[in-house]
């Protein structure tokens, strides 16, 4: 379908270029603002080059469930909004949505940054429940890192909201200053293979063209919590390494931004 | 009971700060972001485009479709859970009849705008901002306009009739909420809706309020296109 725009790209790389003039393994720039919506008990906005996504954590309370009564609970939703690309269609989620949040859920909830124990409040009976939404403002590729990078962002900034134990009422109007525990910083970096290349951070046309790509998060000793491989095409053992090699430099410098 | 003195302060005639953006999204044929007090607007437009499903094609003129959406997140109370809502179907409907009578899309049959708006804080008068923002992101996209679409919503709390109400006003259990879009050039009504109890003078009278704060609105959402279209002197 977008044979032309995959040649061009590969003599391209075959010279070290890209279409928009960056190398193979450049990065656009990254910038994280926190605190971009009020109501929201943390939010972020995360933006790689015309890459925009917003994100916003809400905390709610609820029973725990009766497998894991002292345990509250997290979960991250994307939405793919039809504002922001006309890729994305109306309507329930796609593959695509579903993978992506899947994938940052794993990443944050693997990195064992959020212990689910100091989430709950009273055994059986109430317990916090996190949920981490991220939406897409203007989609100029690389989503998985920026929905990442928000995700991780908003949860930074999250204060809980004034909760009574006695009666159960949540005031949302009301926020402490207790910050939403997260103790690492589980930070996603996808890389793409075009033909023998390596590429980092895709434009959205360069993100329909790749061959096989493996999302990698890894935490600030170096050490990695989650992977996913996508693409239709197969990656030796070599390049595995070689990909997690980007990513492990690449996520010290987004790291940074946070 | 007497409201003395409005929950933030202003007074009973005066707008929340705006301020607003165009061409805010870029993979968008046009778009605009709006913001008055802590309610906040993003909107973006794409097409004229072919309609899909086919069976709603139009062959006389295009059609015009618009989509509101608060994020998850953006409510000050529980979150917003995604997919459609009565409450987002409806708005989406008003906002369209809203807007229809400023753009002419006769020439554009058998195809669609596409108006997408997206809130991510809002505190009342959600669907006054979207259609501002929607104004702006169908002026930036190059449809065919005669006029902008300018929306506020009047009210009144206890005995006071006031404009542009906020989240604690809106939610008064004496409070009526009045959110309407004019055409600004011709001052006629595109939206008109009301909850609460209210006499036909005080109707009239808030009419005539929101006619008064047409001119604020309008410079705010004109000078937001000047600004992106301007042509910088060497």
């Known amino acids: 379908m977008y044979e032309d725009l995959k040649n061009e790209m590969l003599k391209l790389l075959s010279k070290n270029l890209r279409l928009d003039g960056r190398a193979p393994t450049d990065y656009r720039e990254v910038t994280v603002e926190k605190g971009i919506s009020k109501n929201a008990e943390g939010s972020a906005r995360v933006k790689i080059g015309d890459t925009e996504v917003i994100s916003g954590v809400k905390m709610e309370v609820i029973k725990p469930y009766s497998d894991s009564p002292e345990d509250g609970s997290m979960m991250i939703n994307v939405e793919l909004t039809s504002l922001s690309s006309p890729e994305f269609e109306l309507g329930p989620p796609s593959i695509y949505a579903v993978e992506l949040a899947r994938i940052t859920d794993r990443g944050i909830r693997e990195s064992k940054s959020i212990d689910t124990k100091k989430l709950c409040i009273k055994k059986g009976e109430a317990a916090w429940m996190i949920v981490v939404d991220v939406c897409t403002l203007n989609d100029a590729g690389n989503m998985f890192d920026a929905v990442a990078l928000a995700a991780l962002a908003a949860m930074q900034d999250a204060v809980f909201p004034a909760y009574d134990a006695e009666t159960g009422a949540l005031d949302y109007k009301n926020k402490t200053t207790e910050k939403l525990p997260i103790s690492k910083s589980p930070v996603t970096v996808t890389v793409f293979k075009y033909g023998d290349h390596l590429l980092l951070d895709p434009t959205s046309d360069e993100g329909k063209v790749y061959d096989a790509r493996l999302t990698i998060t890894v935490l600030e000793n170096d050490n990695i919590c989650s992977l996913q491989k996508g693409g239709d095409s197969a990656i030796t053992v070599e390049e595995t390494l070689k990909m997690i090699e980007l990513a492990k430099q690449r996520t010290k410098e987004l790291r940074s931004k946070l | ?234």
């Open chain 2, 1 to 234: 009971m007497a409201y003395e003195k409005r929950f933030d302060g202003r007074g009973f005639e005066e707008i929340r700060p705006m301020s607003a953006k165009a061409g805010v999204i870029k993979r968008a044929t046009g778009s605009g972001w709006f913001k008055i007090g802590n309610t906040e607007a993003y909107a973006a437009v794409y097409g004229p485009r072919e309609m899909f499903p086919r069976f709603k094609q139009s062959a006389e003129a295009g059609v015009l479709r618009c989509h509101y959406t608060m994020m998850p997140f953006s409510s000050a109370g529980d979150r917003v859970r995604p997919g459609t809502s009565r409450r987002g179907k409806e708005i989406s409907a008003v906002m369209e009849r809203a807007l229809r009578p400023a753009i002419d899309i006769s020439d554009f049959n058998n195809s669609v705008v596409d108006v997408f708006v997206e809130l991510p804080q809002t505190d009342a008068g959600t669907r006054c901002a979207a259609i501002c923002a929607a104004s702006i992101a169908l002026a930036d996209a190059g449809i065919p306009m005669k006029d902008l679409v300018c929306a506020i919503s009047a009210g009144k709390v206890e005995d006071k009739l006031l404009l542009d109400l906020e989240y604690n006003e809106d939610s008064h259990e004496n409070g009526v909420d009045i959110p309407m879009a004019m055409l600004h050039n011709s001052k006629e009504l595109t939206l008109l809706q009301m909850d609460g109890e209210i006499s036909s003078e005080e109707l009239g009278k808030a009419m005539e309020l929101i006619k008064g704060a047409m001119d604020q609105i309008y410079d705010v959402m004109k000078s937001a296109l000047k600004a992106k279209f301007e042509v910088k002197q060497e």
